[in-house]
């Protein structure tokens, strides 16, 4: 009798001892997603905490729903309404949930709507109009948005990150706009519209200079002028330069990136068949301490000359594309490792690079030890059995491709890539 009372005497309720900002701290310490949804099944009231704090949200919902979400997660940071690219549902995102969005989530600093084919320019105004906290915006492959839907959005909003690929719409009266009103954008996709000009992009620096990642890939209006426009504003801050089958581009981009930017990271040239080995060997020895990403496949004026600089020279190289380089040869691989540091190298493509053999690929695997993913196909003197039968032995966390359609989509390439 004695013990069950004394069991009563100590027995505490939680809810009762705790504070609001006691248990938002407990919240806090919960690293997963799944711990924390955990947390809000305890009761209502850690249910109505854990909603009021959650920052991150990805969604399918419509308007209604959308509505008892803006009620339910009052501070939310970051809002996922993406669709699908290959299996996008009917009606999906209209301009209606945009409007709940820009009235509910105000708040939100980070917003994706990629492939939302129903958006326009109606639902953009209304963001443009109420979200004043906006950063980070995707619209990429919204068929729909032109420069009328984004000016709102350039004018209402603080952005610093704003990816606008497959927006063909787009022209350069929208980079003037950002010039305007935007000054402190970091990172811009462009890829694939093709109306913005070298013009559009000398508009753009003028007020954004602190731009860190720039992505024009298959732009083909922009040249050597719009490059050089944006590597010399630009020349502090960049870091990232995505300028695939931009078949305007050639040295002249390359030594103005050279003389201007020492600190690029990630560096896209694949289809830029005007590119020569002098301009990319002038880029490697101004980048070679800043450099780990390196895209140049279809780039049939480079050889082993400017590629040998390459190995041997960028110390932070993880990734490098050479593929269709018909010209490279195994002398390119001879001066790895020559200036005394250890290659960083982790994936390589040398697919349809006729002129590799067996040779090659036995100094490459000699001097780089941490490869994780080498490209050979369509290599007609690196196969499988040529490989066994010299003796080659690849690191057990390599994957080789030797097959396959150069076209074939592989998870590997992605993760690098």
């Not at 719409?169 to 929208?174: E, G, M, P, V």
């Not at 811009?188 to 000009?197: A, D, E, S, V």
């Not at 922009?222 to 089958?245: E, F, H, I, P, Q």
């Not at 003389?259 to 040239?269: A, F, Y």
């Amino acid at each position: 009798m004695a013990k069950l009372e004394y069991s009563k005497e100590i027995r505490v309720c939680i809810n009762e001892n705790l504070t609001d900002d006691e248990l938002r701290a407990i919240l806090s310490k919960l690293k997963t997603d799944k711990d924390k949804e955990g947390f809000g099944l305890v009761c209502k009231r850690w249910l109505h905490l854990q909603s009021t704090e959650r920052k991150k949200l990805c969604a399918r919902a419509g308007h209604l729903m959308l509505k008892k979400m803006a009620a339910r997660f009052t501070h939310l940071i970051e809002l996922d309404l993406s669709q699908s690219s290959s299996r996008s549902f009917f009606p999906g995102v209209t301009d209606s949930d945009l409007s709940v969005v820009a009235d509910g989530f105000h708040c939100l600093q980070i917003l994706k709507l990629q492939n939302c084919k129903g958006v326009t320019d109606a639902g953009l105004m209304a963001l443009g109009n109420g979200l004043s906290f906006l950063q980070s915006l995707d619209v990429s492959h919204c068929r729909k948005v032109t420069d009328k839907g984004l000016e709102a959005i350039a004018k209402g909003c603080n952005l610093r990150s704003l990816n606008l690929a497959g927006c063909k719409f787009i022209t350069d009266k929208l980079l003037q706009s950002l010039a305007e009103n935007c000054s402190n954008l970091e990172e811009l996709g462009l890829q694939g519209c093709n109306k913005i000009t070298d013009m559009g992009l000398g508009t753009l620096v003028n007020g954004c200079r602190q731009i860190k990642s720039l992505d024009v890939s298959k732009c083909n209006n922009v040249g050597n002028a719009g490059v050089s426009s944006v590597s010399k504003a630009c020349s502090s801050y960049l870091m990232t330069l995505r300028l695939l089958d931009c078949y305007k581009i050639g040295d002249d981009s390359m030594f103005s990136l050279a003389q201007s930017c020492k600190n690029l990271e990630t560096l896209v040239i694949g289809g830029c068949r005007d590119i020569s080995d002098e301009s990319l060997k002038s880029l490697v020895l101004a980048c070679n301490h800043s450099l780990k990403y390196l895209r140049m496949d279809w780039c049939l004026n480079v050889s082993d000359t400017s590629l040998s600089c390459v190995l041997s020279q960028c110390r932070s190289l993880e990734v490098l594309d050479i593929g269709c380089c018909e010209e490279v040869t195994d002398m390119a691989f001879r001066n790895i490792g020559s200036e005394g540091f250890e290659s960083r190298l982790k994936f390589l493509r040398i697919s349809n690079c006729p002129k590799i053999t067996v040779s090659g690929i036995r100094v490459l695997l000699e001097s780089c030890k941490a490869l994780e993913y080498l490209d050979v196909r369509s290599c007609p003197n690196v196969t499988k059995v040529s490989c066994y039968q010299a003796g080659l032995q690849f690191p057990d966390c390599c994957k080789v491709n030797f097959t396959g359609s150069l076209s074939e989509l592989d998870a590997v390439v992605d993760v690098f890539l």
